[in-house]
């Protein structure tokens, strides 16, 4: 056995089909009196449906989230949570909801209780980003972490069978680099291990029958799993590319993970055996095909796009992204830094013409 730390985190998750019944005893059990409730303005009406259940205890909706918290949208919300003197942020949404829920309480200590409808996994995560003059800085802060989860599975039947299946390939990367992380644990393994196998079985499920609960049920139980892995321990390579594409070339973020990661665990194959094993059992394609071809199957059988030039991505940027993923190196169980920019661009050019990897 190796030695670890784990240090659990105290959010209180509620799981099940028709959960958000639950939401007048969670904002009790909170404390709060008076609710602001977040959203972006897709799902305005499912904000504003919230807000008509906690009748006098929503102090109002601010139904303009978007992705990547921009630094102007988190001041107008943390402004409007000042005029309404809200005691509460719920964020009713993805990870750009989460995220402007993320941006009040780290300036206000507010709590925030999260109700998540895709599978991106921030509610889990006392991670934030905000973006300023097109640059998104990150940090970790225990004030940004939900307080409370509440996984209603039947708010999920709407998301888009596109969207659902990238952003569960999303999931599956945080998980996927969890079990290769420089500070894992034997928990954080297991949860990595069966939220790959929850979102992989659920996955062609959602594709085929969108609004089935238990396929539903399934995909954000997986959800829950990969997010409290990337709230737990540190993300390496995949995660590093993604950031840097997402970033710099503003291409999708749920579609650009989904893309890279079967490139970023075959680049990482020989340097964690353990931890492909174990995506390969998750996967159910152990002895058949690696783990980074059986992700890739996985996305590519479900409709997902494969390659970067499907995406948005310019052949003629490859260069610079290299360049910017190999700037400064950080921890990855292969070593990566400006020495291994070569190295960097051919995974890049594979991911660009998607490639199955071998
Ligand atoms: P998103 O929150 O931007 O949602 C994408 C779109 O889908 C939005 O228009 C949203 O309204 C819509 N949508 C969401 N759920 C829906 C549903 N059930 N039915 C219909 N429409 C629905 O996308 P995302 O991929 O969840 O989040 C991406 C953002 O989250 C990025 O900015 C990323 O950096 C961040 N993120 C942060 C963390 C963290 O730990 N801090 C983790 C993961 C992602």
Redesign the pocket.
């Known amino acids: 056995m190796r030695d670890f730390i784990h240090a659990g985190q105290p959010t209180r998750v509620v799981f099940g089909a028709g959960s958000l019944a639950h939401l007048e005893r969670e904002i009790d059990l909170l404390g709060s009196r008076r609710a602001l409730v977040l ?2 303005p ?2 305005a009406a499912q904000a504003t449906m919230v807000a008509d259940r906690l009748g006098a205890r929503a102090a109002g909706v601010f139904a303009r989230a978007v ?3 921009p630094i102007e949208t988190a001041r107008e919300a943390r402004e409007e949570a000042r005029r309404l003197n809200a005691d509460c942020a719920i964020a009713i ?7 402007l829920g ?1 941006a009040i309480a780290l300036e206000s200590g507010l709590p925030v209780l999260a109700v998540p ?6 509610e889990m ?1 006392p ?3 905000i973006t300023e003059a097109g640059l998104k800085k ?1 940090g970790r802060d225990p004030r940004v972490l939900p307080r409370t989860v509440i996984y209603d599975p039947a ?6 069978v596109a ?1 659902s299946v990238t ?1 569960g390939m ?1 999931a599956i990367a945080h998980a996927a680099e969890g079990l290769y992380a420089q500070d894992s644990n034997p928990i954080m393994d297991l949860m990595a291990e069966e939220g790959i196998r929850a979102l992989a079985q659920a996955l062609p499920v959602v594709r085929q029958q969108p609004r089935d609960l238990d396929g539903r049920s399934d995909a954000l139980y997986g959800a829950w799993l990969c ?1 409290t892995v ?2 737990n321990v540190g993300m390496a390579l995949h995660h590093k590319l993604c950031h840097t594409l ?1 970033g710099s070339f503003n291409l999708p ?2 579609e650009v993970h989904t893309v890279v990661l079967p490139h970023a665990i075959a680049f990482n194959a020989e340097a964690a055996p353990q931890a492909m094993q174990r995506i390969g059992r998750a996967l159910g394609v152990q002895g058949k095909s690696s783990a980074a071809a059986g992700l890739f199957d996985l996305a590519r059988a479900n409709g997902a796009p494969v390659a970067l030039r499907d995406i948005g991505m310019r052949a003629d940027d490859l260069d610079r992204a290299a360049e910017i993923a190999a700037s400064n190196p950080y921890w990855n169980p292969r070593p990566i830094g400006p020495a291994q920019r070569a190295e960097i661009r051919a995974l890049l050019q594979r991911a660009f013409e998607g490639v199955r990897p071998e």
């Not at 409808?117 to 921030?122: H, I, K, N, Q, V």
């Open positions: 959203s972006t897709d799902q992705m990547h918290v949404g993805g990870g750009s909801t989460v995220g993320k409808t895709t599978y991106a996994g921030s995560t991670i934030y980003g990150t708010l999920t039947a709407s998301l888009p969207l952003s999303n997010g990337l709230g997402g973020h749920a």
